[in-house]
């Protein structure tokens, strides 16, 4: 795929697809959260399957984090699941969504000479 075959705001080397639990949904609370999500620059996709409450979502790191995401749940009344895989995910998603927001910055050195700012050890 290309760019343009994406939504305004989305490149496919930063897109990331998430998969979060989440409690407390309503008809009407799935509803506003769907739409003030997909309505964010950034956003590929969003659906949230309320039976099993999951919230699948594809966003551009660039554009987007997980912490913007969790605000739009919580402010309409739904809250993500507080079990112990729920945490070991959300912190390794925040983790690998940093390292590519990381990589984005870095410029890449040349092999023969050592990376810009470290110091010749003699």
């Not at 989305?10 to 990331?16: D, F």
């Not at 998430?18 to 003030?36: G, M, V």
């Not at 729920?86 to 390794?92: L, N």
Request: hydrophobic share 35%; with cysteine.
């Amino acid at each position: 795929m290309n760019n343009l075959e994406h939504r305004v705001g989305v490149t496919e080397i930063n897109l990331v697809i998430r998969k979060l639990q989440l409690k407390k949904l309503t008809e009407f609370n799935r509803a506003k959260i769907i739409s003030e999500i997909d309505e964010a620059v950034g956003i590929e996709s969003v659906t949230l399957d309320i039976k099993d409450g999951l919230l699948h979502i594809a966003y551009d790191v660039t554009q987007l984090n997980l912490e913007a995401i969790k605000l739009v749940v919580v402010k309409h009344g739904a809250e993500l699941s507080g079990g112990w895989w729920h945490h070991f995910k959300e912190g390794y998603y925040k983790f690998v969504d940093q390292n590519m927001k990381d990589n984005i910055k870095h410029k890449p050195s040349c092999c023969s000479r050592p990376p810009p700012g470290s110091t010749k050890h003699k």
